[in-house]
């Protein structure tokens, strides 16, 4: 159980980390 769910969370959660941090720099760089 806890291995099937540990790789499907902890890649979302990289994917979700990259995609905001991505969003955060573009909103900055086009605000300023």
Known sequence: M???F???ASEYAA???S????VSFLLIW???
Request: proline fraction near 6%; hydrophobic fraction near 50%; charge should be positive.
């Open 15 to 17: 994917v979700l980390l």
């Open 30 to 32: 086009f605000t300023h």
């Open 19 to 22: 995609v905001f941090s991505v």
């Open 6 to 8: 540990t790789r499907p």
């Open 2 to 4: 806890k291995s099937m």
